[in-house]
């Protein structure tokens, strides 16, 4: 079964700043990865999303992710952080299609707050 | 635009009571979820239907049931809502295995 840790559960960071958001995955076979984010009281929007080709996805609003195998890792990237990020941010992994149909497998997410 | 919409924004039901949380998409999707999602937990997935009268169980499906009359529409019901119940639902629905669209969510109090 797969399953992702993100290992921060807050991380605060200065208007301006760069922005690392930390996500491991277990899965057996060839992840398909994504990073959605949450603004307060709203559904979840997705940021990108990796399934092959180049280790270095872009995605919107400036973020970028990179895929290592080696570390089981995606991590979220941005090179400068806006008041507007401020956010809960999840990683997800897709999991088998069983019964022909798709989920998700998320982590617990990680809030970001944003000091101006 | 996908539009993934949740017709109840926020509700307070008594324990005990049977509830129903809708959910219609307007993409003809397959596929549609029910997600519950609670602080420190991260979004877990309870029911999940790939197709009209199909369901099938997520990660934490008791107390709850489903039910996919029409493709656009899928209900969550809790036959006999619980303090424990009470937490925010997202609906969720996709064409393939690329990309899923949320709805805002549903906000549960059990009292």
């Known amino acids: 079964a797969q399953s992702v840790t993100q290992p921060d559960i807050h991380i605060t960071v200065s208007e301006g700043a760069s922005l690392e958001l930390r996500c491991n995955y277990s899965?057996?076979?060839?992840?398909?990865l994504f990073w959605y984010v949450q603004s307060p009281g709203q559904g979840l929007q997705l940021l990108l999303k990796y399934f092959s080709g180049d280790t270095l996805v872009q995605g919107i609003k400036g973020f970028e992710a990179e895929f290592k195998r080696s570390q089981s890792s995606f991590n979220l990237r941005k090179p400068s952080v806006h008041w507007s990020d401020a956010a809960e941010y999840f990683c997800?992994?897709?999991?088998?299609?069983?019964?022909?149909?798709?989920?998700?497998?998320f982590g617990t997410g990680t809030q970001l707050k944003v000091e101006l | 635009d996908v539009k993934v919409t949740q017709s109840s924004r926020y509700l307070v039901k008594r324990t005990g009571e049977k509830v129903f949380l809708e959910c219609v998409q307007d993409m003809d999707h397959e596929n549609m979820f029910w997600y519950r999602q609670d602080p420190g937990l991260g979004l877990r997935l309870i029911y999940f239907?790939?197709?009209?009268?199909?369901?099938e169980k997520g990660d934490i499906p008791e107390g709850y049931s489903v039910s996919r009359e029409k493709k656009e529409r899928f209900s969550l019901i809790l036959e006999s809502a619980s303090t424990n119940q009470t937490s925010m639902y997202l609906c969720a629905s996709s064409f393939d295995a690329n990309t899923i669209y949320f709805g805002e969510g549903s906000w549960l109090t059990v009292v």
């Open positions: 997800a992994v897709r999991g088998g299609l069983t019964g022909g149909g798709n989920k998700l497998t």
């Open positions: 899965y057996g076979a060839t992840p398909y």
């Open positions: 239907s790939y197709d009209v009268k199909m369901k």
